[in-house]
């Protein structure tokens, strides 16, 4: 089991490394079904696994020439904000103990996997959809900076409370809202994910005790996965791989959801 949890962990940063997001979504699974650590604080964990991932490529894409500083840090500066507030102050007040449907016990841990099948389900939609048409039709319209600030708030809130770097938000936000070209937009959104997730995880010290040998050795992994990943993405179809993903994480999402409520 420990093999096969370690080898799920080169997927991570192999996610990250062809398309710029979806690495996250694998990470708090792996880590609470494969490695037996506890929900709440496998978002932590999963926060700078894929902060510190996400970095590593992003400074890939920078070299590159495949990402916009100006729009990471000004879109990133909402959801960077919400995700610290949400880890310093809101997650340490979680009971263990939330409530009752019927016979039936919903704990913190329970919830928590819970919403994150469901957010699987929605980040796999987007995976398997071609946003092709929708990029070139955002491109003519222009975005709205309101629009930006609730995708802003609403992606650092879904950092903040499940860990999840949020790249399947941040991707087609970043095509369709500001026209962006697909590579910059994955180039662009490592940056962001790397900033929410390792600030994120800042407000995080002093509420867990870390495993740094393990959290290490964890990422150290998916690292390398990050670059293998983009050494894949050379010779094989990306959209394809994608959407071959999308539908792996559809099946991970409802099982989660299943596994925790029957």
Do not use: C
Not at 67 to 72: E, I, K, Q, W
Not at 125 to 142: H, L
């Amino acid at each position: 089991m420990e093999i096969m949890a370690y080898l799920a962990s080169v997927l991570i940063g192999i996610s990250l490394g062809l398309v710029g997001g979806g690495g996250s979504i694998l990470t708090v699974p792996v880590l609470v079904y494969l490695f037996g650590v506890p929900p709440l604080l496998s978002t932590s964990y999963s926060l700078f696994i894929v902060g510190s991932t996400s970095l590593i490529g992003a400074i890939r894409n920078y070299k590159n020439g495949l990402l916009n500083v100006r729009t990471a840090l000004l879109f990133g500066a909402t959801s960077v904000t919400t995700v610290f507030l949400v880890r310093k102050f809101l997650i340490p007040q979680i009971p263990n103990q939330l409530f009752e449907l019927g016979d039936f016990q919903v704990t913190e841990p329970i919830l928590t996997m819970a919403l994150f099948g469901v957010l699987m389900i929605a980040a796999s939609v987007g995976m398997i959809k071609d946003n092709t048409q929708s990029a070139k039709k955002a491109q003519r319209q222009g975005h709205s900076f309101f629009k930006l600030f609730a995708f802003g708030t609403g992606i650092g809130l879904t950092t903040g409370l499940l860990g999840a770097g949020g790249g399947f938000l941040l991707i087609p936000t970043l095509v369709l809202l500001l026209g962006m070209p697909m590579k910059e937009a994955v180039g662009t959104s490592l940056l962001i994910i790397a900033l929410n997730s390792l600030i994120g995880f800042a407000g995080d010290l002093g509420h867990f005790q870390i495993d740094w040998g393990f959290l290490l050795t964890v990422t150290s992994i998916a690292i390398a996965g990050l670059f293998l990943g983009g050494l894949i993405g050379n010779y094989l179809n990306v959209d394809r791989l994608k959407r071959g993903f999308g539908w792996f994480v559809l099946v991970m999402g409802a099982y989660i959801i299943i596994h925790e409520f029957i």
